[in-house]
């Protein structure tokens, strides 16, 4: 055995690669020792809001990218379903770019034969659908509020405390009182129960939740923002919500065995992403 975790699908959102703050280290973690048959990217996996001076890119972001293109090139399907940070992707479905496809949106039948909607979820967010001023206002103050966290991260890591996140509360107490987001779930599941399918699974509010709605099952795969979540799918149709909470040895114990690998393989993965992006802004 190679140590990993296989599942026949894994469920992944809300990656934001190019903000600061980000879990990039924990995601690169989780990929090298999760696998699946299948793997949808459903959303805001690059950041395109964050191009330009406050663009941050680090090493742990190539290699989680050429950790998916050698997965792609194994045989993994993998499917790329862009969000709103990322809506440039957008005008490329139906196409594929190293082995990965690009989609607007992707039904997905379980091995037990439920067929699951997978979709971003911005589409029922009406401050992405009206204001477009504020939801860019929300991820300004959501990358201060990290900024602000970082001492306070330093402070209780150091004294063997639990991550807490400031950005994560402000962003909860806002979706609590938020009609909008209240009602995300129903919403989402309304139409995918008018459109026949008997649940969905969506990312876009860095919530990892399940449930049920009107009987149609809701699942949410989180983000790696703050929460580090996935959600899988076992060999028999079986799904949960991933918490990745590894101890600090094994994430820098799998980033480094990434690295030592991509240094010998990085010249036969290399992915443009700066030119990719200066064509999808153009």
């Known amino acids: ?17 190019g903000m600061k703050g980000i879990k990039s ?8 020792s999760h696998d699946a048959e299948t793997i949808y990217l459903i959303g805001d996996i690059v950041d395109q809001w964050v191009l330009g001076r406050k663009w941050s890119w680090n090493t742990d972001c190539d290699h989680i990218l050429r950790n998916l293109l050698e997965k792609a090139e194994r045989g993994t399907n993998i ?16 196409t594929s770019v190293n082995g990965i496809k690009i989609q ?13 909607w997978v979709l971003h979820g911005d589409e029922f967010d009406l401050f992405m659908r009206h204001s477009r001023f504020l939801a860019n206002l929300g991820h300004s103050i959501v990358q201060l509020l990290m900024k602000l966290n970082r001492p306070v991260t330093w402070f209780r890591k150091r004294v063997g405390l639990r991550p807490w996140s400031l950005a994560a509360m402000a962003r909860r107490a806002f979706q609590g009182s938020s009609k909008t987001y209240r009602r995300f779930a129903t919403a989402v599941t309304e139409e995918a129960m008018k459109l026949g399918y008997d649940g969905v699974v969506c990312g876009h509010i860095h919530k990892a939740e399940f449930k049920l709605v009107n009987g149609i099952e809701y699942w949410n795969d989180g983000d790696w923002v703050d929460s580090c979540t996935a959600a899988v799918e076992s060999m028999d149709g079986t799904m949960q919500i991933v918490h990745y909470q590894p ?6 114990a799998l980033c480094e065995r990434a690295s030592i690998r991509e240094s010998d393989l990085a010249s036969s ?9 200066e064509e999808v802004a153009s």
């Not at 280290?25 to 090298?32: D, T």
């Not at 993965?269 to 992006?277: D, F, K």
């Open 247 to 252: 101890p600090s040895e094994t994430i820098k």
């Open 1 to 17: 055995m190679d140590g990993k975790a296989h599942y026949r699908t894994m469920f992944l959102s809300d990656w934001h690669l």
């Open 269 to 277: 993965h290399v992915l443009n992403l700066p030119g990719i992006l």
């Open 79 to 94: 499917i790329y379903i862009p969000g709103n940070h990322d809506d440039g992707f957008r005008a490329w479905a139906n």
């Open 104 to 116: 607007k949106d992707a039904v997905h039948t379980t091995s037990d034969g439920r067929r699951l």
């Open 25 to 32: 280290s924990e995601l690169l973690a989780f990929l090298e």
